[in-house]
């Protein structure tokens, strides 16, 4: 038996992933949701696009927006947005603007 928490959640959803099982990828997604932090926004964001998690995404996504002065200085978010595909589309400079001018 494996208890899933925020330190194996993403490796958990990556196995459910590739094995096809996406009722359980989902619980797990909505559980990581649910236990957002500054430390862990980042790396559940690129998670929830690596594996097609619509509703982390979204849930991280607004965690960054909403908490943006101190979940941009964690020691990984940095590399953790590097590898984020959205990220890469939209461009560092568009990100840092909707970061840093937002009402």
Request: charged fraction near 25%; hydrophobic fraction near 40%; glycine fraction near 4%.
């Amino acid at each position: 038996m494996c208890d899933v928490n925020v330190h194996n959640g993403v490796k958990l959803m990556k196995q459910c992933y590739m094995l096809q099982i996406g009722d359980l990828k989902e619980q797990i997604a909505d559980y990581l949701s649910q236990n957002l932090t500054d430390d862990n926004a980042s790396e559940f964001l690129n998670a929830s696009l690596r594996y097609k998690e619509q509703n982390l995404y979204e849930k991280a996504f607004k965690y960054i927006l909403e908490n943006a002065e101190t979940a941009l200085l964690t020691e990984g978010f940095s590399d953790n947005i590097v590898e984020n595909e959205f990220i890469k589309l939209l461009g560092k400079e568009i990100f840092h603007q909707v970061i840093f001018h937002r009402k």
